[in-house]
Nanobody
Framework: VQLQASGGGLVQPGDSLRLSCEVS????????MGWFRQAPGKDREFVAV????????YYADSVKGRFTISRDRAKNMVTLQMNSLKPEDTAVYYC????????????????????WGQGTQVTVSS
């Protein structure tokens, strides 16, 4: 399974961005797909994840109501629509995937993900 992330950039506070993660080589084997981010000097942190088949969707408290994770089945792609961006959203964003279902408390732990994309930089600055 290969993940290819795109869509990052430099925006101002309050702006929107849409990140995309294209999946190839075995989407059928995946249960979860989602996004994590890592700011300079900080650990990688959970942003949003959803079950590939629909149903389970989770968001970090810091992005609830501003970010939306969606799946485009026709394009084999998962997207992250980010609205009302804040400077604290600045980070490298990584898409990730996992092959099996896990308990809810473990969904937000990056150590439980099997596949990772290369990361795309999002910078929010005035």
């Amino acid at each position: 399974v290969q993940l290819q992330a795109s869509g990052g950039g430099l925006v101002q506070p309050g702006d929107s961005l849409r990140l995309s993660c294209e999946v190839s080589g075995g989407t059928y084997s995946l249960y979860y797909m989602g996004w994590f981010r890592q700011a300079p000097g900080k650990d990688r942190e959970f942003v949003a994840v959803r079950a590939v088949s629909g149903g389970d969707i989770y968001y970090a408290d810091s992005v609830k109501g501003r970010f939306t994770i969606s799946r485009d089945r026709a394009k084999n792609m998962v997207t992250l629509q980010m609205n009302s961006l804040k400077p604290e959203d600045t980070a490298v964003y990584y898409c990730a995937a996992r092959g099996r279902r896990i308990i809810q408390s473990a969904v937000k732990d990056p150590r439980h993900y099997d596949y990772w994309g290369q990361g795309t930089q999002v910078t929010v600055s005035s």
